[in-house]
Every structure is written in C-alpha cells, then in structure tokens.
C-alpha cells in the first residue's frame, strides 16, 4: 500500500508525475501542496497542516470538496510534512512517496532528504521525487532497470559504508567502503538495462537523476 504526499516545494512540469498518482492509494495534501494539487486536478483524502501556506482559496475549494482537513497548530514540533508521514504510517501505509518536497527552501529540502532515515527506522519505504530525481534510502540490496538519461547516485547516510558491490554500471564498485563525505558514488551510469546494487553494512541514499 502506498501513500503520495503532496508538498508546497517546486513543481514545475506537472506531467512528470503521473505514475506516481496512479500507484497511490491514498493522497495527502501538505498545506500548501494544496495548491499542487488544484493545478493536477486531484482530490487528496486528507488535507493537513498549519494552514500557513495555503490558499483561501485553495482551502475554501477543498473543503467545498468534502475533504478530510485536519488543522495544527502554528508553533508546533513537527514539519507539515512530518505530520503527513505520520498520518499515512498511522493508517498502515509501508510505501510513501513524497513529491513537492524539494524546492528553493534548503532546509526544508534538507530536512526532507533526512526525513527519509525516520521512516526507514520504522520500517517504511520513502522515497522523493521531483521532474529530474528520485532519492531513497538502501542497507542491502537495490536493483534498478535502466532508465534513458539517468544517472546513479550513492552517498553514504553513516559515517562509512562497507561492502559496496555494483553490477551493470560503468564505474564498478568491489567490496568498496565509502565514507560520508566522499563523492565516490557520485553520477554513475548504467552500463546494462539492470544494475545491482549490495551492501554489507550501513546506510546509503539512493538517487537517480537526470540532467
């Protein structure tokens, strides 16, 4: 079961993202993804946050709607977007993809990036995605089907990762250690229609992007 937040960072070319509407089964509008969400012509289950960001408009359309809106606090512990992660792991979801959650807000875009260890501390799946990349966390193995353009990314999440093995991709890694901070892993290229990716002990962030 897989849940699609909906964030108020930058989305530009609103095509890009039709798969991931259609592999959702529940869609949560943070704040201001609200708008986002208009401009797909989506109607999300639940709407939720401080309501800071969003709208009258756009707050008056949805409710109109009959969407579910839970409404926070402004001084509050938690991101709208952590709110939304929340909502979804409190209704089952093991899957969340979370678009609009990148943009011209570095700490918002950072703290989305990190927000990603969480979730994999609870046994989810996240993933982030705009128009040009996706970023996941592995600890194991990863196997990915060549994509047009795509590059591959792998940056260490603890201090080293141990045991790196790449198959199918132009620069090979064998039994590598990389250390946070070493751009060792970075713009890789497929070099078959799959790669693998393996690791023995650590966490890496995953991120495949385009130009």
Known sequence: MTALI?????????????????EASFIIGA??????LRRFGIMPHLLLGDFDSISKDDYEYFAGLGTELIKYPSEKD???????????????FK????????GTRMDHSLSNIFILKSMFDRGLKGIIADE???IEIIDRVAVLEKQDGVKVTLLPLTPKVEGVTT???????????LHMGSTWGVSNEFACETARVTIKKGLMLLIRSRD
Do not use: W
Not at 6 to 22: A, H, L
Not at 95 to 102: A, M, R, W, Y
Not at 167 to 177: F, H, M, R, V
């Open 6 to 22: 909906v964030c108020n960072g930058t989305i530009k070319d609103y095509s890009c993202y039709g798969r991931y509407f259609e």
């Open 31 to 36: 704040d201001g993804g609200a708008c986002h």
């Open 78 to 92: 938690m991101t709208d977007t952590e709110l939304a992660i929340e909502a979804a792991f409190q209704r089952g």
């Open 95 to 102: 899957k969340i993809i979370i678009i609009g959650g990148l």
């Open 132 to 134: 040009r990349n996706e």
């Open 167 to 177: 198959e199918g991709l132009y620069y090979p890694l064998d039994n590598a250690t």
